[in-house]
T-cell receptor, first 119, second 110 residues
Framework: EVQLVQSGGGVVQPGGSLTLSCAAS????????MHWVRQVPGKGLEWVAL????????DYAESVKGRFTVSRDNRKNSLYLQMNGLSPVDTAVYYC????????????WGQGTLITVSS | QSALTQPASVSGSPGQSITLSCAGS?????????VSWYQQHPGEAPKLVIY???ARPSGASDRFSGSKSGNTASLTISGLQAEDEADYHC??????????FGPGTRVNVL
C-alpha cells in the first residue's frame, strides 16, 4: 500500500523557518517525481514545488521561490520542504504528493500538516 | 486567486446526477488532456477520482465521469449518494511538470 506520512508542522513566528518531512513507503520512492501542494484552510489547493526522482531538477511557485527549498533523500525514502522567511500568507495545510509514473497527475497524497505563521 | 474557476457549491438530491464545471484557459485545460478531479472530505487529504479528463483510477466509483470542451472541464456525479458530500477540486497540467488548481466546489446532498 502506498503511504506518504508527513511530519514537522506547527506554529512559527513571521520571518521564521520550518522544515516539513514526508516519509514514503509501499513503492519504489526513487522512481517518482514528488510535489508539495498547500491549501489555506477553507480555500483551494495551490501547487508549491516539485523535485525530480534524483533531485537534479526542482521548481517552485512564484509565491515561494527564493524562500522554500525542496529536497529528497532516496536512501531514507523521504521528501523535505525547507521553508524560510515565513509570513502569515504561508499559513496553510501542506501536502506532499506523488506524480503518477508516466502520467501527469498526482495520484497519492500525504495526510497534510498545518503550518501556522503567527506572532 | 485560483488559476481555474469553479462554482462555490452545487446541490442535488440522492439519486440525482449533478455536473461540476471547471473553467481554465488555453494555457492549461485547453492545451492539455490532463485534467484531474479530487474529492476531499473535511479534515482529509484530496483523493483522486478522475485523471486525464475522463479516466478513473482503480477503486474510484464508476458514478464519477469527466469530460472536457475547449477550456472547460466537467465532472458528473451520477446516482448522488450521501457519501458524495465533499469538496471537489479540479486540476490541470500546466506544462513543465507543474499544475494549477481550482478553488473547489462544495457538493451538498440534500
Amino acid at each position: 500500500e502506498v503511504q506518504l506520512v508527513q511530519s514537522g508542522g506547527g506554529v512559527v513566528q513571521p520571518g521564521g523557518s520550518l522544515t516539513l518531512s514526508c516519509a514514503a513507503s509501499g513503492f519504489t520512492f526513487d522512481d517518482y517525481m514528488m510535489h508539495w501542494v498547500r491549501q489555506v484552510p477553507g480555500k483551494g489547493l495551490e501547487w508549491v514545488a516539485l523535485i525530480t526522482w534524483n533531485g537534479d531538477i526542482t521548481d517552485y511557485a512564484e509565491s515561494v521561490k527564493g524562500r522554500f527549498t525542496v529536497s529528497r533523500d532516496n536512501r531514507k525514502n523521504s521528501l523535505y520542504l525547507q521553508m524560510n522567511g515565513l509570513s502569515p500568507v504561508d499559513t496553510a495545510v501542506y501536502y506532499c504528493a506523488r506524480r503518477r509514473a508516466g502520467g501527469n497527475y498526482l495520484d497519492s497524497w500525504g495526510q497534510g500538516t498545518l503550518i501556522t505563521v503567527s506572532s | 486567486q485560483s488559476a481555474l474557476t469553479q462554482p462555490a457549491s452545487v446541490s442535488g438530491s440522492p439519486g440525482q446526477s449533478i455536473t461540476l464545471s471547471c473553467a481554465g484557459s488555453s494555457s492549461d485545460i485547453g492545451r492539455y488532456n490532463h485534467v484531474s478531479w479530487y474529492q476531499q472530505h473535511p479534515g482529509e487529504a484530496p483523493k483522486l477520482v478522475i485523471y486525464d479528463v475522463n479516466a478513473r483510477p482503480s477503486g474510484a466509483s464508476d458514478r464519477f465521469s469527466g469530460s472536457k470542451s475547449g477550456n472547460t472541464a466537467s465532472l458528473t456525479i451520477s446516482g448522488l449518494q450521501a457519501e458524495d458530500e465533499a469538496d471537489y477540486h479540479c486540476s490541470s497540467y500546466a506544462g513543465s511538470d507543474t499544475y494549477v488548481f481550482g478553488p473547489g466546489t462544495r457538493v451538498n446532498v440534500l
